[in-house]
Structure formats: structure tokens, C-alpha cells
């Protein structure tokens, strides 16, 4: 069974930075891609970035430049680097991996997700 737990996510004021980090278990961290997507109250699920098992990243427009998407194979662990962040990127954020993630944006497993609020 694969797990994906999310940390790293609280309260940040507008221009600050977070990284969050997603470990996950299971026997698919290697041939899947990773990313993550967010939500916030009254707007669509989106995903944000993602990252191939063999390091290829894309991101959402809003977020290029200012957010990076890394995994550690060694660890089964994802992270997204987030600077110079905006109150529009308040939401919950997902931990998320597929097969076809990169590809299609198809989503297998989900975390349990993390809060970021920016907020001054």
C-alpha cells in the first residue's frame, strides 16, 4: 500500500519562504512522478508542479520562478521549495504521485495535505 504524508506546511508572511516535504512508502516512489497540487476555498484543485523519476519539473505559470520541485530517491522523499510567496498561494497542499503524472496529470495517490497560509 503507498502512503505519501506531507510536513512542512503553517503560517508564513507575504515575501517569505516554506519547504515542504512528502515521504512516501510503498514500492512506486521510483517510477513514479511526484508532485503537488493545492487547493483553496472557492477555487479548483490545481497542480503546481511535478517532477519525473529521472528529474524532468514542470510548473504552473503562477508558480515559475518561485517554486521548485526536487525529489530524493535515496529518501522516497519529494520536496517543493517555496519563495517569495503570495497570499494567493494560501491553500492546502497535496502530495501527489502517478504513472502518467508528468504526462497527463493523472493522479494515483494522494497525501493527506498540508496548510501554507501567507498572511501578514
Known amino acids: 500500500q503507498v502512503q505519501l504524508v506531507e510536513s512542512g506546511g503553517g503560517l508564513v508572511q507575504p515575501g517569505g519562504s516554506l519547504r515542504l516535504a512528502c515521504a512516501a512508502s510503498?514500492?512506486?516512489?521510483?517510477?513514479?512522478?511526484m508532485g503537488w497540487s493545492r487547493q483553496s476555498p472557492g477555487k479548483q484543485r490545481e497542480l503546481v508542479a511535478v517532477?519525473?523519476?529521472?528529474?524532468?519539473?514542470k510548473y504552473v505559470d503562477s508558480v515559475k520562478g518561485r517554486f521548485t520541485i526536487s525529489r530524493d530517491n535515496a529518501k522516497n522523499t519529494v520536496y517543493l521549495q517555496m519563495n517569495s510567496l503570495k497570499p494567493e498561494d494560501t491553500a492546502v497542499y497535496y502530495c501527489?504521485?502517478?504513472?502518467?503524472?508528468?504526462?497527463?496529470?493523472?493522479?494515483?495517490?494522494w497525501g493527506q495535505g498540508t496548510q501554507v497560509t501567507v498572511s501578514s
Open positions: 517532477i519525473t523519476s529521472g528529474g524532468s519539473t
Open positions: 501527489n504521485a502517478g504513472l502518467r503524472l508528468y504526462s497527463l496529470g493523472q493522479v494515483d495517490y
Open positions: 510503498g514500492n512506486i516512489f521510483s517510477l513514479s512522478s
